[in-house]
T-cell receptor
Framework: GAGVSQSPRYKVTKRGQDVALRCDPI?????LYWYRQALGQGPEFLTY????????KSGLPNDRFSAERPEGSISTLTIQRTEQRDSAMYRC?????????????FGPGTRLTVL | DQQVKQNSPSLSVQEGRISILNCDYT??????FLWYKKYPAEGPTFLIS?????DKNEDGRFTVFLNKSAKHLSLHIVPSQPGDSAVYFC?????????????FGQGTTLQVKP
């Protein structure tokens, strides 16, 4: 079956613009995670959902970042008033549940560049 | 502060030999550890995991060792193959009870030479 998909794969935007990054998880996966990965670093947790409920948003850097998963499937990560420091790879992962032993399947990521 | 650290950015090994990738952590609340492997232009994929109640877990050529007293884990690949060349991330969870939130290290790039 299809894996986790993310769109767009690449996004270039100007500082101050809003961007919306989309994640389409594996069908039937309850949990959905967003991570941010800077060059040369590992993924950094941002937020996660079980179904449509946002369970933990402790990793969101500030209030310009928000995420939603209104129907418990596709999720959107929105960054308002983008800044150059927001440039990074944004990764989405999904899993059957949020228990630690549930494998997280990662998407290919969206490379965001803020000019 | 980096709670999960991979202090070696890169490692080069000859095909057929053992590859040893190391990872240290600082938070004693971590109780589940994972290794992910990442090829260029792809997302990380799960490789192997270990619970803190064990000190070793083996899956084919891959073995993960956990030393809780030293807060250290390592991934052994024997024998190494050119297809193992990738970036390897160590990750930990358990910081927030029973969630899948993962804390990753910086990654180690492994190159296996034919």
């Amino acid at each position: 079956g299809a894996g986790v998909s993310q769109s767009p794969r690449y996004k270039v935007t100007k500082r101050g613009q809003d961007v919306a990054l989309r994640c389409d998880p594996i069908s039937g996966h309850v949990s959905l995670y967003w991570y941010r990965q800077a060059l040369g670093q590992g993924p950094e947790f941002l937020t996660y959902f079980n179904y449509e409920a946002q369970q933990d948003k402790s990793g969101l850097p500030n209030d310009r970042f928000s995420a939603e998963r209104p129907e418990g499937s596709i999720s959107t990560l929105t960054i308002q008033r983008t800044e150059q420091r927001d440039s990074a790879m944004y990764r989405c992962a999904s899993s059957l549940g949020d228990a630690r032993y549930n494998e997280q399947f990662f998407g290919p990521g969206t490379r965001l560049t803020v000019l | 502060d980096q709670q999960v650290k991979q202090n070696s950015p890169s490692l080069s090994v000859q095909e057929g030999r053992i590859s040893i990738l190391n990872c240290d952590y600082t938070n004693s609340m971590f109780d589940y550890f994972l290794w992910y492997k990442k090829y260029p232009a792809e997302g990380p994929t799960f490789l192997i995991s270990i619970s803190s109640i064990k000190d070793k877990n083996e899956d084919g050529r891959f073995t993960v060792f956990l030393n809780k007293s030293a807060k250290h884990l390592s991934l052994h690949i024997v024998p190494s193959q050119p297809g193992d060349s990738a970036v390897y991330f160590c990750a930990a969870s358990g910081y927030s009870s029973n969630t899948g939130k993962l804390i990753f290290g910086q990654g180690t790039t492994l190159q296996v030479k034919p």
